[in-house]
């Protein structure tokens, strides 16, 4: 990444000088001008795009959290270490516990904190656990999407008075010999470049999963994966903590999806899953345990012919489904099929009708006797799939990228001997995740966990490190 650049400086001439910037305007970057604000502080949110959307747009928007006011209302029986146990528990143990630990202690203040203060119309996810999670803890915006949750925080911070630039797109750092940031240039579509001074830099850029060339070097498993994903995610965050000597960790992990539908791009989320469905390929035939996760999930779709699977399901799914904004554009843009029986559906999709059957014959006795299937999925408790059956092409896919800068319980980019960088923050998908090293510990919720939060405690003590300057 050549256009990438740390310039060693002591003191460089700039057109404005600001408390703290923000590079990125997702939810990780509003999140932290939002909290900067809050200590009327001044902030400025740099933004390569025309408008703040990022990575958070494209997804569902639901955020994590226990102990909220909403979830309280519900009387949902959570705690923050039961949360923080499922974490670590979907990836195996592989993450910094004492960070996973605080992020579950501090979701529901991020919640209350956007609710409350903030005005977003936060409700809870009902009907349905994701997979990993022990407890009803998902918060989203009326529509479930990740679009309505950025014109929410866009919103919000109009209301706050944060200073957004957009169609710039910052590529230099200027850094001193104490190995604090100093001021950022970044360069407009003209090709002309502004200086900024800043008190505090916070990095919320992102990961590298538009980046086919670091994809390929660190993740090579997703060569044949589609990138669903902002285009700004090209790993600068990256680049920049490797010249400055942050300490990285766990790059080989990320976000995939096994339910993109093919040839349209929109996500079939994974409730119709969860609560029955089946993934078969051309032979008709399951391949894994679909219910195990849909990021792990994403490469066993690859795996199949023509990298494509097909996700089954029924009507009580599909009604299920509805409330989701990704699944009412699926319906709207034709890639769902029907049928009244098994036969017709299996000709309508092209796959082999026999092994369909036999499939879904299968899922009807695991859940008559109980018993776990080959690949260890139980399907005790659902109710048998029935007609009119429900079919959708679908293909693994790339979302985000879940490694990146090693930060502390203030979003705070650690060097490679665990000491704080002075003036560096990092939080979502420029930071090391809470998912472990691959893809099989991502938990639904684990990148807006991150983002929301340690874009909240980042701007929090970005805010009080320059007032007491």
């Not at 990444?1 to 703290?20: F, G, H, K, L, N």
């Not at 494509?308 to 699926?330: G, K, L, N, P």
């Not at 059956?389 to 060097?415: C, I, M, P, S, W």
Request: charged content about 20%; some cysteine.
């Amino acid at each position: 990444m050549s256009d990438i650049r740390v310039v060693r400086a002591e003191t460089v001439d700039t057109i404005a000088d600001i408390p703290v910037v923000v590079i990125g305007g997702g939810g990780t970057g509003l999140c932290a001008a939002l909290a900067v604000r809050d200590a009327d502080v001044d902030v400025l949110v740099i933004e390569r795009d025309s408008q703040t959307m990022g990575t958070t747009a494209m997804s569902t928007g639901l955020i994590p959290g226990t102990g909220s006011a909403i979830q309280r209302a519900k009387g949902i029986d959570d705690t923050a270490e039961l949360f923080a146990s499922d974490i670590a528990n979907k990836a195996k143990g592989a993450v910094d516990k004492g960070l996973v630990a605080h992020l579950a202690a501090q979701s529901g203040q991020t919640i209350d904190w956007l609710a409350d203060q903030h005005g977003l119309d936060l409700s809870l996810v009902e009907g349905f656990t994701y997979p990993g999670h022990s407890a009803l803890r998902m918060h989203g915006m009326p529509s479930r999407s990740g679009s309505e949750l950025m014109g929410a925080l866009a919103s919000a911070c109009e209301d706050a008075g944060v200073d957004i630039l957009t169609d710039s797109l910052v590529d230099t750092l200027y850094v001193n010999e104490a190995g604090k940031v100093i001021a950022v240039a970044a360069t407009r579509p003209d090709g002309e470049s502004d200086i900024i001074g800043c008190g505090a830099l916070i990095l919320a850029c992102c990961g590298f999963a538009g980046n086919q060339a670091m994809v390929n070097e660190l993740i090579p498993e997703l060569e044949h994966a589609t990138f669903h994903g902002h285009p700004g995610n090209k790993g600068h965050a990256i680049a920049w903590g490797r010249e400055l000597g942050a300490a990285l960790a766990d790059l080989s992990a990320y976000q995939g999806h096994a339910g993109l539908a093919a040839g349209y791009g929109i996500p079939i989320l994974w409730p119709l899953i969860t609560e029955g469905g089946i993934q078969v390929n051309r032979q008709g035939q399951r391949f894994s345990n679909e219910a195990a996760g849909y990021s792990e999930q994403a490469v066993e779709v690859l795996r199949q012919e023509g990298h494509v699977a097909w996700s089954i399901f029924d009507e009580a799914r599909h009604q299920i489904m509805t409330q989701f904004d990704d699944y009412q554009q699926a319906m709207s843009a034709g890639c769902l099929h029907s049928a009244s029986n098994l036969s017709e559906l299996a000709q309508k999709i092209g796959v082999d009708g026999e092994g369909l059957a036999a499939s879904v014959a299968e899922t009807h006795a695991l859940i008559e006797n109980e018993e776990r299937d080959r690949f260890g999925r139980s399907f005790a408790g659902k109710s048998p799939l029935s007609a009119p059956f429900y079919a959708v092409k679908v293909t693994g896919a790339l979302f985000h990228t879940q490694g990146g800068l090693e930060v502390d319980e203030n979003a705070r980019v650690l060097r490679a001997d665990r000491s704080p960088m002075p003036n560096l923050y990092a939080g979502g998908g420029a930071a090391r995740g809470i998912s472990g090293p691959g893809a099989d510990g991502y938990m639904a919720g684990n990148g807006l966990l991150t983002a929301t939060t340690l874009g909240r405690l980042a701007g929090q003590h970005a805010a009080s490190c320059v007032v007491t300057a």
